[in-house]
DNA sequence: TTGTATGCGTTATCAG
DNA sequence: CTGATAACGCATACAA
């Protein structure tokens, strides 16, 4: 690997030209640039990452840490993260923390120790003071972490409301909820705009809470429908458990929609080849990992936000786990 | 960020004796180790990586290189990549190439330039000499790149063999083949399989070519189906197109298993939650990645490989795209 | 057992 | 316009 004084001598310029060159910062003669040009040719040059960011204290890294790449969820999150990082020269690590708050530190710290550029986090810890730990840009996504930390989320409370209100619509009368874990402020959200989609309305209604797995999801809605044969419609606060409802109701030879109806929340990819295909409150993941990455690099070049926070409207996707709407 | 200096300082040695104590290396005395121990819970110091690496030309960083995190087959491995790096103390950048080779060549080169401690590579670049461009450890996952590079796969031609004479065993008496891009040498491999269980039988069979991908699956095979409809087994060679196709019999009001059979290859979860569900040859898709990273390791560290290569094979997995086996 | 000095590859300051 | 040179934070050979 040649460095930048191989290049230089090859030039019969001092280093500090070179750097010049390099970062165009400062001025360099024409016959200067010329034979630049010709050593960083001939030498097959190309800078050190590593000493740039000792001297610079800046890297071109962005730590991504997420719960799972293997949740159908963050595999599109994660892409247009990287996709938006390539497009302005960054470079993307990746953690999964397994929403585990030890994980989590840790890599907080790891990329600190790199001179990553920033972070974008996935975060399930809410009363912790990230920003103190690691003096760093942060974005949080999809899960708000404080009032001062910028946030890229949906909006989740809408969404909720729209898929209720559509349930509603295609004649549903005995609503069933299913949350997800309680501590999750995403959840807690979609639970409120569910609530306030049945509003005063005089209706049957209830509220289970699942985690966020397909398997889990089935079982758990397996045992809670055979209880509970009068739900005519299920309101999933993610598309992984309306995948397992979706299941638990089969198991149960429950027709879908006649019998009982199911709308989700994600927008993954599944609930497209899943059969039926699931009726569902789409966020527009690609956007909020490209939202969530440009506000960051913003902080990280030193502009301002004008908006320190984005919150994206979802989009309601009718396929076939429910019923026609009813137009009277 | 305190640095190694300010903890000589406070401990009132020379930096040398910090960095001895810090990578035991060298004798370093009971008292001066107390008083730095101290002055490192003192300062909450903790080791730059930048400058380390700067000083040792490596740094704990693996790079993977993938095609697409978003195609299903790679957020577990990349998964499993992940955590055998945590397990070992490395971290890893998340590269997707596309498939496309001024990409890849690109992350090659960025990668090399962080020094990072060696890559992971998913490659379709074949004739390309990647050892001689970036002189790291390198490790090939899933498809195979030069033979003097190591390298983890999946035995493909078993597992295509045993997938079609299953298909046989259940009866399956006009065979499609849907092979992947010819330019990939696992599908390639795949196909072979197909043909070896064939081999001298006197029966129907054909093989057509497909992109790995749900859509481009079913459009392809839905014409296709439409006009060869005596066939009444299909081995697909990855899941994404046997879901594709999959997807088209429904439209043609096939009846699965009964009238047609399909078997994919590959093993992702979707598999499992489409219905009916995928009868397919699972690839250890965990033990995959998990394999190539201590495999990487290995030679990061410097240990000699017992194992330059290794295969591992895949299981059949029966579910409900097939016909109950005829044991008469 | 410990400290000094030098190098790792860049950037950046400051004289020329 | 250009060139020394200190600094970035750490590792390490060599002395002591």
Known sequence: MATISDVAKLANVSVATVSRYLNDSGYVGTKSRESIELAIKELNYSPSEVARSLSTKQSDIIGLIIPDIKNPFFPELARAVEDTAFEYGYTVILCNSDENAEKEKHYLQKLTKKYVA??????????????????????????PIQSEIPTVTTNNQKGARLATEYLLQCGATNLLCMSGPKNMTSSQARVEGFKSAINDKEMEWQIIESPYDFEMAEKILYDYLKENPAIDGIFACSDASAIGALKAAHRLHLRIPEDIQIVGFDGIQIGNVVSPGLTTVAQNIYLLGQTATRLLIKQIEGKNLTETSVCIDPELIIRETTRKERTE
Chains 1, 2 share one sequence.
Request: glycine residues 4%; proline residues 4%; aromatic residues 0%.
């Open 118 to 143: 920033g972070i974008i986090l996935t975060s399930i810890i809410e009363q912790e003071n990230h920003r103190q730990s690691v003096n760093l840009p942060i974005v949080a996504l999809d899960r």
